[in-house]
């Protein structure tokens, strides 16, 4: 049944976006969402450091699920690519120098002989460092060359055998 109007109150139309007054939200009563509407990130860096935080479902090496954050599933990600595939990974985890991030533990006394093998390994990251900075022409030319050289010795070599 509707109700009555007063005198000099216009009708008033119920539809869309236009709740019955007695349903509507009253100043005074407790907000229906107490925490607001979520703040939007200002910047880029802000709205990565939200989404790298976020947590995730993710197999690990053993086929269980387990949380981890967004950062730790691309980190993995990254250098699972960088392992099975060649280039544009590799080369992007070699100029950032993972090398050296690795931490070498002063209490260890080395032989000399490993202290060798560090020696060549730490020139080796040094020349892959290197080596990702040439420019792609200029590396596509050297590698020609290093396989001509490499193969006039391996022939060389098994001519010599022979």
């Not at 280039?87 to 120098?97: K, Q």
């Not at 460092?129 to 060389?156: G, M, N, S, V, Y």
Request: glycine fraction near 4%; proline fraction near 6%.
């Amino acid at each position: 049944m509707a109700k009555k109007k007063k005198k000099g109150e216009k009708e008033y139309k119920v539809g869309y976006c236009k709740p019955p007054k007695e349903y509507r939200w009253k100043k005074g009563c407790k907000s229906p969402n107490p925490k607001g509407r979520p703040k939007k990130p200002k910047t880029l860096k802000e709205a990565l450091q939200i989404c790298f935080n976020k947590e995730i479902n993710a197999k690990n090496e053993k086929g269980e699920v387990q949380k981890i954050t967004c950062m730790e599933a691309l980190v993995n990600k990254t250098i699972a690519d960088a392992i099975s595939k060649d280039g544009p990974t590799r080369r992007l985890l070699y100029r950032e120098d993972i090398f050296n991030l690795l931490a070498k533990d002063p209490e260890l006394e080395f032989t000399e002989q490993d202290k060798k093998a560090l020696k060549i390994e730490e020139d080796y990251g040094e020349l892959l460092h290197a080596w990702a900075e040439i420019d792609p022409k200029l590396r596509e030319k050297f590698r020609r060359i290093l396989t001509e050289q490499l193969r006039a010795i391996a022939i060389e070599q098994i001519q010599n055998a022979s």
